[in-house]
C-alpha cells in the first residue's frame, strides 16, 4: 500500500514521500491518505480503490472535467492498473464544515450564502458543460439515469431502510407504486452529467493562490447521464444541511438563473418536477443509512436518520397524488415510535431578533407564527440626540444612556417574566422552536439593546440555544447551549 502511494508521489512530485495520514472517508470504501514530502514542502492525497471500473470512470471524468475548465481536483500520477492514484491536495475545508455554524443554528451567515449560491451556480455549469462531449459509456456502474438504476434504489429503500423498521405493508401494492413514480421521474430525460451524490461533504472549499475561496467538486465516479433536478433535490434537502425552505428556493432560483444561460427552463415546470426527485432522492438516502447503519453499523448514518426522516415529513405534507399508497405507507413510517420519540428529544431553541417596524415585524421561519413580538418604542430614545447616531444598542454610549435613563430596566422584567414561563414550559413539553422579537424605531438602539439582554438572559437561565439576530444591523450570532 504505503509503497505503491509512494512511488507515484515521487513521480508527480519529484521529492520522496514522508508521512501518509489516513483520511475519513465517509460512505466510501475508498481509502484517502493525505502524503506529504520528507522537506514538507509538497503534499497531495493518494487515493486506493476497491473497483478498478470504479476508478476508471473517476479517471476519466477528472481529466474530461478539467478539459471543460471545472473545478475538479487535478490526477497527477496513477498506476499501471489504475487501482492507486495521487491528485492535487485541495485542503481540508469541506463545504459542510464551511456551513457548520449555519447546519447548527439554521441562521447562515453572509459568508456561508454567498458559498452556497456560488455552489448552486457552479453545480449548473458543471451538470451542462461537463456533458459536453462527454463519453457516458465510461460511467460506473451505469451510463444512463434509467429504469434499472431507479428500482435499485427504491428496492434499496425498502430491503434495507423500511423492512428494517418493522412496519407492515403490501408488497404488490407498494411495487406498482414504485413503477409509477419510477415513470413520472423518466419523463424528464436530459443530456446533461447526473452526479447522483452531489452533497455538501463531496465539494470541497479551496483556497485559491489570490486567496479566494471556491468551491471544488470531488468523488464524481457515480456520475451519469440524467436529469438535473436529482442533483439539485441531493443537495438542497441533504439530510443534515437543514436548510429553511426560505433559502431553499432562493438557491433554486439563483441556480436556475445560472442554468438558463444554457437552455431554456419552464420554472413551473421545475419546481413541480423537482417535489418527484426530493421524494426519490430522500428514500434513497434512507436506503443508504440503512446500509450503512443498520447493517454496517457505522454510527454516522444511523445519526442522520433523524434528520431525513424530518425531511420526509416536511414532504408529505405536499406530497404528489400520483402515488398515494407509497406516501401512505410513508406516512405511517414517519408516525412510528422510534421515529416520534428521536423528533421529541430535539431539544428547545429560542430565536431572539431586533428589528424596526418601519420594515415590517419579522417572519418566524419555524412556521409558528411568531412567538412575542415586544414594542420598545415607549422608552426614551437614544436616537433622537446626534450624538447617538452612529452607535446600536451594543454599543457602550447607548447602553449608559438607556441604563442611566432608567425606563428600559423595568421594561425588560416584565418581559423576562412572561417569556421565562414560556421558555420553561416549552422545554417541558418537548417543543422545538420559540421567537421572541423586540422592535422599535429604526431597529439600532432600544430593540438592540433589549435583545442582547434577552438573549443573555435566556441562555443564562435556562442553558439552551439562542440564536441572537439584529436584522436591521445584519448582524447573527449564537448563544451556545449549555451542558
Not at 446533461?192 to 472549499?205: E, G, P
Not at 452612529?390 to 441604563?403: A, N, S, W
Request: proline share 3%; charged share 25%.
Amino acid at each position: 500500500m504505503a509503497q505503491s502511494l509512494s512511488l507515484l508521489f515521487f513521480e508527480a512530485t519529484g521529492k520522496k514521500a514522508g508521512e501518509q495520514t489516513a483520511l475519513t472517508a465517509s460512505g466510501s470504501n475508498r481509502r484517502y491518505y493525505r502524503i506529504e514530502s520528507e522537506d514538507k514542502t509538497a503534499s497531495l492525497i493518494g487515493v486506493q480503490g476497491t473497483s478498478r471500473d470504479e476508478n476508471h470512470a473517476f479517471l476519466y471524468m477528472a481529466e474530461h472535467f478539467m478539459q471543460k475548465g471545472l473545478n475538479v481536483p487535478k490526477v497527477l500520477a496513477v498506476s499501471d492498473d489504475e487501482m492507486n492514484y495521487v491528485q492535487q491536495d485541495l485542503g481540508n475545508v469541506l463545504l459542510f464544515d464551511y456551513i457548520a455554524e449555519g447546519r447548527k443554528t439554521g441562521v447562515f451567515s453572509a459568508k456561508e450564502k454567498d458559498m452556497l449560491r456560488e455552489t448552486m451556480r457552479a453545480l449548473a455549469r458543471f451538470q451542462v458543460t461537463g456533458a459536453e462531449d462527454f463519453d457516458f459509456n465510461q460511467c460506473y456502474p451505469q451510463p444512463e439515469f434509467n429504469l434499472r438504476s431507479i428500482l435499485w434504489d427504491l428496492n434499496y429503500f425498502k430491503y434495507c431502510f423500511l423492512k428494517a423498521t418493522g412496519l407492515d405493508f403490501q408488497e404488490d401494492k407498494l411495487e406498482n407504486e414504485f413503477e409509477r413514480l419510477a415513470y413520472i421521474l423518466l419523463q424528464n430525460r436530459m443530456n446533461a452529467f447526473m452526479y447522483r451524490d452531489f452533497q455538501s461533504r463531496n465539494v470541497m472549499v479551496h483556497k485559491e493562490a489570490d486567496g479566494t475561496e471556491v468551491p471544488y467538486f470531488i468523488d464524481f465516479q457515480g456520475g451519469r447521464k440524467g436529469p438535473v433536478f436529482y442533483d439539485v433535490a441531493s443537495f438542497l434537502w441533504q439530510a443534515k444541511a437543514n436548510f429553511h425552505p426560505d433559502l431553499r428556493e432562493e438557491l433554486v432560483e439563483v441556480y436556475l438563473e445560472e442554468l438558463q444561460k444554457y437552455m431554456p427552463v419552464d420554472k413551473e415546470v421545475f419546481y413541480e418536477t423537482l417535489k418527484h426527485f426530493v421524494l426519490f432522492r430522500t428514500m434513497q438516502v434512507l436506503g443508504a443509512y440503512g446500509f450503512r447503519g443498520y447493517f454496517e453499523k457505522k454510527p454516522h448514518f444511523l445519526q442522520s436518520i433523524p434528520f431525513a426522516i424530518d425531511n420526509l415529513r416536511h414532504l408529505l405534507k405536499h406530497a404528489s397524488e400520483d402515488y398515494p399508497y407509497l406516501i401512505e405507507v410513508l406516512q405511517k413510517m414517519t408516525e412510528m415510535k422510534q421515529f416520534k420519540d428521536v423528533g421529541m428529544r430535539k431539544p428547545l431553541v429560542v430565536r431572539v431578533m431586533s428589528f424596526s417596524y418601519k420594515k415590517g415585524i419579522p417572519a418566524d421561519p419555524s412556521g409558528n407564527g411568531g412567538g412575542f413580538v415586544f414594542d420598545c418604542r415607549a422608552v426614551n430614545n437614544p436616537g433622537k440626540y446626534e450624538r447617538y447616531t452612529h452607535f446600536t444598542g451594543m454599543d457602550e454610549p447607548v447602553i449608559k444612556f438607556l441604563e442611566e435613563d432608567g425606563e428600559i430596566a423595568p421594561f425588560l422584567q416584565q418581559a423576562y417574566q412572561l417569556v421565562d414561563f414560556s421558555v420553561k414550559r416549552y422545554m417541558d413539553r418537548g417543543f422545538q422552536n420559540l421567537m421572541v422579537s423586540f422592535g422599535c424605531t429604526g431597529g439600532q438602539h432600544r430593540s438592540v439593546y433589549s435583545a442582547e439582554k434577552m438573549a443573555q438572559h435566556i441562555n443564562d437561565k435556562f442553558g439552551v440555544e439562542v440564536q441572537l439576530i439584529h436584522r436591521e444591523q445584519n448582524i447573527e450570532r449564537v448563544l451556545n447551549a449549555k451542558d
